[in-house]
């Protein structure tokens, strides 16, 4: 009796609590895009946007609804909408809440896939609300920008000179090095970095302008204060924007020299990095040439064996070159079979002359791929990090993201440029008509090739791709994926086969209320009434298999298709093989 008057007493006192006014608010919902300017170039760097959705939780108040909508300057470019399947209750009992996914992410391209033009675009983010179908936005606005001003260099005043002192030593240097920059166009929030760099590949002084460049930049041999060593340098020039676009021009030969008058004859050339085993110098062709006075007769080539620059010490003679025949020299003539790797001088013979230098570099260049998983699903991002180890630097990088068709290998995708990021994320587009299936093999092939013409070529283990549903249509409830037929088709399915299966009762299981249909498509591999023998008996062991998982016989149907085309030619450029799919669509039945 006693322990009944206690129950009773905290009942009494519940009463309250259910009968006060609720109170309400409403959630709130931002729009934060990780960068407000990217470029979908196939660089690399920002080549997709990344919006994170920042929710609140309201009191009393859910989002029952919500869409976003990318518009630019032509009007409607692309809109997302929730995913409408159809989830198990939780504890509590079912909810009418739709959930906003934590990232967004725009490839700068519309529905058809087509990419945009360079332009301020609006992100316009609707939400409703269970209390009184109220509406809410939240907008923001984000630019593409694909293109950045040229650049030229072009050296108007390549030396610098420190005379011979009294006591041997040498002085101050005197004139300056000039290099014309001439800018083609210009545009706000361009920043650009120049910088004079040493033999190591040190730079020993560096400037920045902002949105434009001086006509003329001018160095006067002094480093910190103190007088530049004898020897060659060069002068790069990079820019770049808040959009992630980059370039990088660069002018060689450049010299301290230790005379005091200005040299009567001089060699030029445009290159610095030399191979001489290959005929292809890719950053500027390497071909040496005469300017000055008078022709010299001949030139000496000597190797760097110590670090200085001035008079013999430090310097091995290889060889003498006859230039008589007035014809300018190249890789090929200048360097002997065999010749080590290092720092060479060109030297004219004679008083008042200016050599060149060339960097001999007789190896690969060494790369490696760290890839973010062995695994992907398609929609979500994918992180790629390139290295590259050399003695020459990066002129141009290739990624290439290839499917195994078979036998063959197709390009997907491919990302290219002259500086190479620290990371490449995808998101899972691809450069043509084709939508990756679960059970594909990715690989990723990474070519480089350095300044003086040597190119690797390194490929990536395989990735696998996993199970994704997505709508049937938009806004459908029903569910569909395709798979690729390669790891079903053997008497016992491969592991990558049970995998998958694997996956597709997961996202059954989280589901309320649906039924699962495998289809099979056969086509290509022998006459029709084999093919649709095949496809049926193949379906039905991938039925049989998903109800050995847990989903129930009587959920499960299957159906051979034969040669029943998925998609035509001109829909995927990789039919054939697309055709040859497992198909399994999850229907809702109420």
Known sequence: MKSLKSFSFFFVLLIPLTVEAVSR??????????????????????????????VKSGRNIEITDWQLSIYGPSGLVRTYTPDRRIRKSGFFGSSK?????????????????????DGRYRLELRVTHDYNAIERFSSKEVWIETTLPEVQLSPARLYVLRPALADGKIGQPTGEILIDQTQKGSRPNVSYTGRIVNTEGKAVETRHWKDTLPPRVAWNGMIGGDPAPVGVYRYELEWRDMAGNRRAVAVHQLLVLAAARPPANMLFTEAYYVNPASMYAPAKSLSVGFTGVSRPSSLLLRLREGSTFGGSAGWKSIRSLNTTAGANLTALSIFPENSLPGLYELRPTGDSVAPVYLMLDTKRPELSLNLSSSRYRPGEVFRIRPTYKDASPLYQYRLRLLVVTGKERSMLREWKGDLLPDEIQWNGDTDVDHDIAAGEELLFEFEATDAAGHTTVLRSSPVRTDVRFAARERDSIDLIADLSLTDFAADSFASEANTLIEQIYR????????????????SFQGEEEENLLRSEALARRIRDALVQKGIPDKSVVFRGEGETDLVSEAADEYSEYRNNRVRVELLHRP
Do not use: H, I, M
């Open 25 to 54: 608010s409403f959630p709130v919902v931002q729009l934060r895009p990780l960068y407000s300017r990217f470029s979908p170039d196939g660089d690399g760097v920002q080549d997709f946007l990344s919006v994170e959705v920042n």
């Open 97 to 117: 809440a739709t959930p906003l996914p934590a990232f967004f992410y725009w490839n700068g391209r519309d529905e058809k896939g087509q990419r945009q033009a």
């Open 507 to 522: 996202e059954w299981s989280d589901l309320d209320g649906y039924s699962v249909r495998v289809r099979v498509f056969v």
